[in-house]
């Protein structure tokens, strides 16, 4: 379970620009939620994101993971109980390296980094069989470089290994944002697979509304810092895409946008 | 058979000089971390070296491996001083090469002499207690002992090779790899990517230091001066490698840094023809690193444009 307790967040404080983005902020994941994050520019999700992580600290409140207050841990120390896929397909691979040997680093979370041999071959064909799961003809090209991939390509790999090992938590980023429609949709549909079949917790940002809409156990929309809207259960279920749009639409012109 | 003469010394140059090409290597292409410290580091192994052989009476090919550890230590504070003080990359590298002028000096106080009289390739005095033994050498010949320099620094810079490959192989070296191309990947597993950073710039010193010890053992003497310009001329000696030779099939980027930094030798070597008086050979030299520098953003310009096209067909 994520809780964000009393959260509170103040860019550039003391200066002229200080920015008071979260003032008392509170969010509560529960075991197995898959929640859908929307809400116009700056109002606050990819913060948020941002701040579970420990990319950036916070200001005043806690972050708890199944209680316990991680606020003190450094951001590398929380991905050893999560994993994050990033908007920018490059993010969460190594493009000088190949599938292979990025596949094993990701197989190696949670393990020493030492002096043995760095792909382990008796797991060779496990690796194949991970690729083919998306689909996409990558477990025949195990030799190449992360880099000669096309953005879907790479996307759908670091998904593969942002989930490979044991983690509590997905956190997923606009990680369909930056591709084309077709190809977001099948990175969307293998997201919603990988979370279904690892009975993961995840908490996903996006901007596309019907991504948030259908996809998930629970939608919740952010304005301003402040959660102004959150579905889950049988809301969840019966929530239409034009009455999300409605509410993000009124809160846009709010904002004068 | 001045040109024959001034082949063989840039070969002999340039060999010594891969060594460092190939710790440079590790902390420029590797971790791409424009490491400065290695005018001081080259420097201190030569001197830890000798003092090494002369103090304590180690054999050389012991020395010169201990002066690996000189350099280690010193290519941590500058991983230090980057990583958990914030300092730019460049600066920390400045620090740490000044600060070793200083070290180096206080260090060539504590000898007497700075001349070597046992080297690793200790058939060229006329004590022949080196690794050869006194008939080998002897059968060998001295006219032949140029190609016996070439022949043990080969061996040396094999080796070195070897064991840069493999550690590249492990999970530690995947993770080093991983820091220079995306440090996010690193920190997403889990893992601190500052302690590989500090890691492998002092591995990359180390290996500096080892080919400063072997420039003291190739001239038979340690000189203070040795240090200036290196960092030039590992660089341009892993540029030239990774954008020429890097390019032909089954070249390792580890063989094509050693064919960099010997080609880079044996120019400079002939530049030494030209001007004779020595008065424009740091001019040359420059201008030689900057049309190389030139000519590698060329190509690697050229080199994604022509992947872009390709990556044009990838579909998902």
């Keep these: 379970m994520l809780e964000l307790k009393n959260v509170s967040k103040i860019y550039n404080p003391g200066a002229v620009t200080e920015l ?10 529960k075991d197995g939620e898959f929640v859908s994050v929307v809400g116009s520019n700056g109002s606050g999700k990819t913060s948020m994101l941002n701040i579970i992580c420990g990319s950036i600290p916070v200001s005043g409140g806690e972050v708890l993971i199944d209680g316990k207050n991680v606020n003190g841990l450094h951001e590398y120390q929380r991905y050893r109980m999560m994993g994050r896929v990033y908007q920018n397909p ?82 997923l980023d606009e990680h369909t944002a930056a591709l084309d429609p077709r190809t977001a949709e099948i990175i969307m549909e293998l997201t919603d697979k990988v979370i279904k ?22 939608l919740i929309m952010m304005d301003k810092g402040k959660v102004i809207l959150d579905k889950s259960g049988e809301e969840k279920q019966n929530a239409k895409v034009d009455d999300i749009l409605d509410i993000f639409n009124r809160i846009s012109i709010e904002c004068g946008n | 058979m001045l040109f024959f003469a001034t082949t ?22 590797i971790l791409d971390f424009p490491d400065l410290s290695v ?74 002499r700075t001349g070597l009289t046992t080297t690793i390739f200790s058939f060229r005095s006329e004590n022949l207690s080196g690794i050869f033994s006194g008939k080998a050498a002897g059968l060998l010949g001295a006219a ?40 996010m990947l690193v920190v997403s597993l889990g893992k601190d990517s500052g302690t590989y950073k500090i890691l492998g710039i002092a591995l990359a010193n180390g290996f500096v230091s080892m080919s400063g010890a072997l420039y003291a053992n190739l001239f038979s003497q340690y000189d203070n001066s040795c240090g200036s310009g290196k960092v030039v001329m590992a660089l341009a000696s ?17 063989l094509a840094v050693i064919f960099g930094a010997v080609v880079y030798s044996l120019c400079l070597n002939y530049l030494v023809l030209v001007d004779t008086n020595g008065i ?20 690697s310009s050229f080199v994604s444009r022509r992947s872009k096209l390709k990556g044009g067909n990838a579909k998902c």
């Design chain 1, 20 to 29: 008071c983005l979260f003032d008392s902020f509170n969010l509560t994941v």
């Design chain 1, 90 to 171: 490059a993010a969460g691979t190594c493009p000088n390296m190949t599938i292979l040997e990025n596949m094993s680093l990701a197989d190696n979370k949670g393990k020493r980094y030492g002096l043995s041999f760095g792909v382990n071959y008796g797991r060779k064909q496990y690796y194949r069989e991970q690729l083919s799961t998306l689909g996409l003809g990558l477990e025949d090209k195990l030799d190449v470089k992360l880099g000669a991939l096309s953005g879907g390509q790479r996307q759908a790999v670091s998904l593969l290994m942002a989930t490979l090992t044991p983690i509590d938590f997905l956190i």
């Design chain 1, 197 to 218: 079949e690892k009975r993961l917790t995840a908490i996903m940002v996006t901007h596309n509304l019907r991504y948030a809409v259908e996809y998930g156990t629970r």
């Design chain 2, 8 to 29: 063989i010394d840039g070969l002999q140059m340039g060999l010594c000089f891969a060594v460092l090409a190939l710790g440079v290597y590790i902390s420029y292409s």
């Design chain 2, 39 to 112: 005018d001081g580091t080259f420097p201190l192994g030569g001197v830890v070296c000798t003092i090494l052989m002369l103090k304590l009476g180690m054999p050389a090919l012991l020395a010169i491996l201990i002066s690996f550890f000189a350099g280690l230590a010193a290519g941590a504070v500058t991983g230090v001083l980057h990583v958990k003080f914030n300092i730019s990359k460049l600066l920390s590298g400045i620090i740490v090469m000044t600060a070793l002028l200083s070290v180096t000096l206080a260090l060539t106080k504590l000898l007497t």
């Design chain 2, 144 to 183: 032949n002992r140029d190609y016996m320099i070439l022949i043990i620094e080969l061996v040396f810079v094999i080796a070195v090779k070897i064991i840069i490959d493999l550690f590249l192989k492990t999970k530690l070296g995947y993770m080093l790899r991983a820091t220079g191309d995306n440090e």
């Design chain 2, 238 to 254: 892993v540029i030239i490698g990774m954008a020429v030779f890097s390019k032909i099939r089954f070249m390792s980027d580890t």
């Design chain 2, 280 to 299: 424009y050979l740091k001019l040359l030299n420059a201008v030689m690193f900057a049309i190389i520098l030139i000519f590698n953003d060329k190509t």
